[in-house]
C-alpha cells in the first residue's frame, strides 16, 4: 500500500500500516468498541504518541476517573504525570475539586451542553495537537432527546474542526449514527466468540482520503498497550 | 445484454456494462451503501464524467466539507477546482463563507426545507446536466417526523424532476423508504464479512426502463476511484 | 392441474398455468414485491392482455410518472398510447396538467382518502374489465394513521367490488396487513441472494375458490416482460 | 392413542385421528393460519360435518363475502344453499342487504363490540350444534385498543359458552394472545419454505381434557377439501 | 445427587430427583410453558400429591372453567372433588355462581388486585400446605400498566410468603420479568421443533437453597400425567 | 499471567487467577447472570472471603429474603450469622421488622431514591471492606424512567466511591447499560445450551488496571459454592 505523507502515528503498532502511514492531521475520527475493547488504551496509546513528539495534548474521560487511570496506565508504562499531558475528569461519579467541581454533577442528565461548552473553552484558550474523548457514550446516555444530542454533537464538532488538532473520540459499538457521518473514519475493535475461544479483532471501516487495509485484523492488548497483527487473518480455517 | 440508446455514462468503469450502457439521462437514482463504502467516490466519479463531457455539474455535500473533499479528491486524480464544477456546502460541522452562511446551522434540525428550497432555487438559475446530493442521510436524522420529511423530499424531487438533470442521490444502508420508491433506480455498494475476510459487491436492485444485470458483483476502491468486476461472480466457492 | 372454466388470462406466460388457468374475473388480487422485482410490469401485462381482446382498462400509477411509463412500456413492446388504455397520474412528483392537478399535492399526506374518491369517481362513470392500482405502497407511506388507512381501504375495496372489474393491487413485500386478508388472491414476486448469485422467484400465497400451484417458481424480466417458469424449481441442488 | 368417546368429528379426514376421535363437544377451538392456509376450507368442512349429521350450524364470515364463498365451496362439492346452513356476512367490503345493513360499515373500526352482540342475539334466538367464525384477524386489525378488545373478547366467549355449542375460530398465525389461552385448542396449519419447496403441515398446539398427536403432520388442500396425512412425517431426510 | 432432607414431593415422577427430592416447602415456585405444555396438569398433579397425604389444598383456576377442568382431570385419574381439593374458580369466561359472581367480570381489565385481595383473605381464613395459581399469564393480559402490574404482584406474594404454604405459580414463557426473580425456584416446561418433530423437555433454571440437575430432560403427558424421564437426554445424536 | 501485587481474592476458586490475582481492592465490579446462574453465591463467596480475613462487610439482598438465605447459604458451608457480616434486606416481599419496615413498601416503585440514601447513610456511618448489592435488577424494574434511573445510579456510585470499600453488583444479563460502564470490571456467568446439554460458563469482559483471561471457562456450583475451572475451555470440539 502507498504510504500518503504528511500522516501521523497512531501510537499503535500495526495500525499504521492498516491505515497507510497513520492519520490525517487535523481530523477527527471515531473509535468504536465494547466494554473491555481497549478503547481507552487506545485513545491513551493515541495522546501519549503526540507527548513523545513533543505536542500537547487533551484527554477527556467520562467514564473512567482520571485518578484511576493515571493508576491503570502507569501499569503499561505510560506516565500521564506529564506536563504536556493535559486531562478533563468529566466523570459523573467522581468528586471533582477542580473544573468540574459544585453543580454540575446534580444535573448531569441535562448538562451535555454545558460539558461540551466547557471542553470548548479549554480547548480554545490552550492550543493541542492531539485531543481524545473517551468514551462519547456517557454523554449520550444522559441525554432525553436523540434530536436535541444531534444538534449539540454537531455544534460541539464545529468548535473542534477549528482548533486544527487531530481528534479521537471513543465510543459503544451499538452507537450506529451521526458519528459515524460526521467523522472522517471510523475504526472498530471487535470481540467474537466462536466456540467458546475469544478472538479480538480491528477493522477499518471507514477512512476518508486515504486508501485503507479493508480486512480485519487480530489484535492484543499486551503490557505495552494495544498491538495490531497487520500481516495475519483473524480467522485461520 | 443490449445497449439502449441514448444512456449516459456513470463515469465507473464495469457500472455501465451492468446497466446495459448506463444511466437514462434526466432521471434521479438512488446510491446506498454504509459508511467507508465509496458514496462519495461515486458521486464525484458520476459528476467529473460530465465535466469530462463538457457538462455543468453541481455537487451538493452534507457530510463531509467542500475543502476537505477538495483535497482528498485531488489524490484520486480528480481536480474539483474546474469551472464547469459547482459545489455547494451544506455540512452542519464547517464554517460558511458564502451560500449558508449565519443563521441557517443554529437551527440545523429544522432546515431540511430551508435547505431543499436553497438548492432548488441555485437549480432552477443555473442548468445541470448532472446533480449529486451526499448524502441524504444528514438531512434525514437532523428530521424529526417521518411524514413531514417525505413531503418535504416529494416536493424536492419535483422540482429536481423540472430540471432536466440526471441526479444521484447517495444515502445510508438503512434508508428503505420512499426514496427507493420515487427514484428510477436503486443501487447498493455492500461490504460482506465473510470468515474474518471483508468483500465489496454492487448491486443494481431496480432500473426502470431497461433490462440489467441482476447479479451482485466485486468492486475496489483504487487509486483512480470505484471499479466494478462485472464479469467477476463475488463468491468463489 | 384441472383447468377451472371461466378464467382469465392474466397475460404472463407461465403463471395461468400456476394458477390453474388464471384469474377469476371480478375479484381483487394483491400483487407483492420488492423495488427492481416487476410489480409495474406485471400490473401493465395484465393490462394490455385485455385491450388484446378490446376490453376498457385502468391504470393508477403513484410511483412512476406516467409519460415516464410510457416511454419505457414502448421498450417492452406495450404500446400505452391505445384508446382502450386509460391512465390516472397520482404520482406525488410530476406536475400534473388534468385529474390532479393543483391544490392536491401540496396536501399530499392527507391525500388518501381524496385520490381513492377520484379513482372511485371516474370508475363508476366509465366501465373497465380490468383495474390496477400500481403500487398501494406509495398511499400507505403518506397515512399517518393506521386505522385510517384501514377504514380508508375497505372503503375502496367496496367501491372496486361493485364495478365488476378484475383489479390488481400491487405492493411492497413488506406490506402484511388488512390487503392480504381481503383480496381474493396474493401473488409474491421474490428476490432471493443465495452465495452471492440473485434468484427471482413467484409464488402463489393464496388463491381463493381454486387450487393452485403452491411451489415458488423462477421467472425473468425479459424483453418481452415478465416469463414465468412453471416447470422449474427455483432450487436445483 | 385411545379414542375417548362422545367426541365428534372435525370432517377432517386423518385431523380426528391425530385428535384421538375429534373435538370435545361444546368447547371453543382456535384454527390459526396464514394466508391461503385454509382456514376458511377448515372452519366449512367443519360446519357441512354437521349438516352432514342434521345438525343446525353457523357460519359468520369476516373476510370473503357469503356469495363468493359459496360459489367457491360449490367447487370443493360443499353446498352452503342447505337450509341447516346458516350464514352471517360480516364483511367489510360488500354490500349488505340484510343483517348488517346500513349505517355499520361506516364505523367499522369501532363495531366489534357491535358485531359481537349482534351475533351473541342471534345465537341466542336460534341453536345451533356447530358454530364457526372466520377469521378473528378482521376485528382485531379495526380495533385500537388491545386491552378492549380483550375485554370484548372474554365478554364474546361467555356468551358462546351458554350455547352448548362446539365453536371454531380461524385467526392469523401472528395472533398469539388471549385466544390461545382461553380456547380448549389450538391447531396450526403451517406453511414451510425449504430449499424453494412449500411444505403444509399441521399441528395440534394444545387440547385440554385429551391426549393429542404432538407430532407435525403433512396436509393437503385437494378438490375434496383438507386432507391429512396422520401417519407421516412433514420432513423426510 | 444428594437428596437435601425435608423436601416435599411435586408428585411429578423424575421430577423429584432432578430437584434433589422434591420442592422446599414453603416457598413459591414458578412453572412455565406455552400453551399445552402441561402448566394445568402440573399444579393439579402437585395439589394431588398434597391431598393423598392429607393436606389441605387450594386451586386458583384463572384460564379453564372449574367445571371443565374436574370433568378433564377425570380422565387423568385425578378425582378433583375431594374435600381436601379447593377450587377457586377466577376464569373470565364462565358464569359464577359463588366467589366471584357478580360485577366483578364487567371489569376484568381493572381487577388483578380484587382477585389478588381476594384469594388472600380465603387464604387467611383457612390454613393449606399446598397452593396453585394457574396461570398467572391471565391476570397479566388484563392489566394496563407493567410498573402496577409488580407493585401488586409484589404485595400478593407478600401475602402468600405469610402462609406457610408452597406455591406453585403457572406462567407463559414469554413471561421473563419479576415472577423469575422473585420465587425461589423457575422450571421450564420447553416444546422445541426439530426437524418436523416435536419434543418436550424439563428443565430446572433457578432452584434457590439446593442443588439441582441442570440438564434439558425429556417428559411426556401420559394418561397418569407428566412423566420425566430424568435419567435420559433430550436429544440422541 | 502476571500477577498483579495488591489485589483482594474474590473467594472463588479459579477466578482469582482469571483476574490475575483477584480484584483491585477500593472499586466497584459488575456481575452478570440469568436466574440460577449463581450470582448471589457469588456475591457470598466473595464477602465471606472477606470475613475470614477479618474483615467487615455487608450485604444488601434485594431478592431473596435474609432468612431464607441465611437458611440456604448454611448448605454451602457458610454461615452468615458470624458478627462481621452485616445484611440488609430490602426485598419486596417479606415483613420487615428493623431497617425498611414501615411505610416503604407501599411505595416500592417510587422508593429507588429511599433504598439507596439508607444504604448510602448505613455505609457512611459504619466501615466495610467488602460490599455486595445483589441484585441491582429488582431495583430498575421498579423504576419507571430511565434517565431518573441513570442520574440516581451514578449519585449511588458516587456515594459508593466514597468508602473506600471493594463493591460487587449483581445484575440480569439483559442490563447491558451505564452499570457496564461506570464499573471497573464486568464479569459474566453464562448459561449455555447446546444439543439439549447445559453448559455454564464465566468470561471477565472488562477488567480495568490490569490484564485478564479473556476466554470463557467452565465453572459450577458446587456443595462448596461456585469452581471455575481456569484451564479449561468449555467446548471441546
Do not use: C, W
Not at 491503570?72 to 471533582?96: Q, S, W
Not at 467541581?101 to 480554545?124: D, M, N, P, Q
Not at 459503544?172 to 466456540?195: F, K, N, Q
Amino acid at each position: 500500500m502507498i504510504r500518503i505523507m504528511g500522516k501521523i502515528s497512531t501510537g499503535i503498532r500495526g495500525l499504521d500500516e492498516m491505515l497507510g502511514g497513520g492519520l490525517i492531521p487535523g481530523r477527527t475520527y471515531l473509535v468504536k468498541g465494547g466494554p473491555g475493547a481497549g478503547k481507552t488504551t487506545f485513545a491513551i496509546q493515541f495522546l501519549m504518541e503526540g507527548v513523545k513528539k513533543g505536542e500537547n495534548v487533551l484527554y477527556v474521560t467520562l467514564e473512567e476517573p482520571l485518578v484511576t487511570l493515571v493508576e491503570d496506565m502507569r501499569k503499561l508504562g505510560f506516565d500521564l504525570n506529564h506536563p504536556k499531558f493535559n486531562g478533563i475528569d468529566a466523570t459523573p461519579v467522581t468528586e471533582k475539586t477542580h473544573l468540574f467541581a459544585g453543580a454540575f454533577y446534580e444535573e448531569f442528565g441535562e448538562s451535555f451542553e454545558r460539558l461540551t461548552t466547557a471542553i470548548r473553552e479549554k480547548v480554545e484558550v490552550e492550543k493541542y495537537q492531539r485531543v481524545a474523548i473517551d468514551p462519547l457514550t456517557m454523554l449520550k446516555l444522559t441525554v432525553k432527546n436523540e434530536l436535541e444530542y444531534r444538534k449539540t454533537f454537531i455544534g460541539f464538532l464545529k468548535a473542534l474542526s477549528k482548533l486544527g488538532a487531530t481528534v479521537v473520540i471513543t465510543s459503544d459499538l451499538r452507537t450506529s449514527d451521526i458519528e459515524e457521518y460526521l467523522t472522517s473514519g471510523v475504526i472498530e475493535l471487535r470481540t467474537i466468540e466462536a466456540g467458546g475461544k475469544i478472538l479480538r479483532g480491528i477493522m477499518v471501516k471507514k477512512f476518508r482520503g486515504s486508501p485503507f487495509d479493508e480486512q480485519i485484523r487480530p489484535y492484543r492488548i499486551t503490557d505495552n498497550g494495544i498491538e495490531v497483527y497487520h500481516t495475519e487473518s483473524l480467522f485461520v480455517e
